[in-house]
């Protein structure tokens, strides 16, 4: 069985005032697996989710929740 490398996942705050984020390494090796914890963490802090490759290649971006 081959050893899949970790997904990163970014998360972003574009309301600060340095504009920098947060990068977070899973373990995850499935990106849908990935992609919802990145859902999860969006919807958990308000910010901007990016889940990236370990070759840093966007694999899909979940946007900060709207507020009303």
């Known amino acids: 069985m081959s050893q899949k490398s ?3 996942v970014n998360v972003v705050n ?3 005032s340095a504009g920098k984020g947060s990068i977070i390494v899973v373990e995850y ?3 849908e697996a ?3 914890a990145a859902k999860k963490i969006a ?3 308000g910010r901007t989710v990016t889940v990236r490759d370990e070759s840093m290649n966007v694999l899909g971006t979940v946007s900060k929740p709207i507020t009303h």
Request: net charge negative; hydrophobic share 35%; glycine share 0%.
């Open 34 to 36: 990935a992609m919802r």
């Open 29 to 31: 090796s499935d990106p």
């Open 43 to 45: 919807e958990e802090t």
């Open 14 to 16: 574009p309301d600060a």
């Open 6 to 8: 970790p997904l990163v």
